[in-house]
């Protein structure tokens, strides 16, 4: 079946644009979590959603970032005013219960110049 | 912060089982301890998880130590395709989300 889908796989952008990530969960899921991962590093957290409600946005890093859920389905993490230091893998999963097993896309590749 | 610890790598043979060791000393008496893989270039997956008892599905067993503050993933008979980096998470009573650590990069050797 359909698994998580990212869009686009790779993003190449020059700092100070704006850039919007995509997620598409598995259908049905209620649980839909953002991560960014450095080469040779463990996934870092973001934020997550139960739903349409963001129910934790402490790994955000400062507020040039934020996502979005709003019907509970696709979910966009959107980043402002890109900064190299920004570049990196940016993960997504979801969940069917809210503390199921996690099942990740194949990331988004973003690269700031 | 991840609360789990993990030794930076480790190699094994080809059809031989791998002992992955994580120690998890702060673990509280609800929190479950979860087991993802990431192969290379892919997103983690889920391996398994397991609160008290050992848990044994069709990718590994999980080993749990009796005081909780350690377990051991089991690979029975390990193939190539087994090189990943595998990561010990534990989750926080009440807590949702999971906090990954820098994991046990496996090497399989043919």
């Known amino acids: 079946g359909a698994g998580v889908s990212q869009s686009p796989r790779y993003k190449v952008t020059k700092r100070g644009q704006d850039v919007a990530l995509r997620c598409d969960p598995i259908?049905?899921?209620?649980?839909l979590y953002w991560y960014r991962q450095a080469l040779g590093q463990g996934p870092e957290f973001l934020t997550y959603?139960?739903?349409?409600?963001?129910?934790?946005k402490s790994g955000l890093p400062n507020d040039r970032f934020s996502a979005e859920r709003p019907e509970g389905s696709i979910s966009t993490l959107t980043i402002q005013r890109t900064e190299q230091r920004d570049s990196a893998m940016y993960r997504c999963?979801?969940?069917?219960?809210?503390?199921?097993?996690?099942?990740f896309g194949n990331g988004t590749r973003l690269t700031v110049t | 912060d991840a609360k789990t610890t993990q030794p930076n790598s480790m190699e094994s043979n080809e059809e031989e089982p791998v002992h992955l060791p994580c120690n998890h000393s702060?673990?509280?008496?609800?929190?479950?301890i979860h087991w993802y893989r990431q192969l290379p270039s892919q997103g983690p997956e889920y391996v398994i998880h397991?609160?008290?008892s050992n848990v044994n599905n069709r990718m590994a067993s999980l080993a749990i130590a009796e005081d909780r503050k350690s377990s051991t993933l089991i690979l029975h008979r390990a193939t190539l395709r087994d090189a990943a980096v595998y990561y010990c998470?534990?989750?926080?009573?009440?807590?949702?989300?999971?906090?990954f650590g820098q994991g046990t990069r496996l090497t399989i050797n043919p």
């Open positions: 259908s049905g899921h209620v649980s």
């Open positions: 702060t673990i509280s008496g609800t929190d479950y």
């Open positions: 999963a979801s969940s069917l219960p809210v503390r199921g097993p996690l099942h």
């Open positions: 959603f139960n739903y349409e409600a963001q129910q934790d």
């Open positions: 397991g609160l008290t």
């Open positions: 998470i534990h989750r926080d009573q009440g807590a949702q989300k999971l906090v």
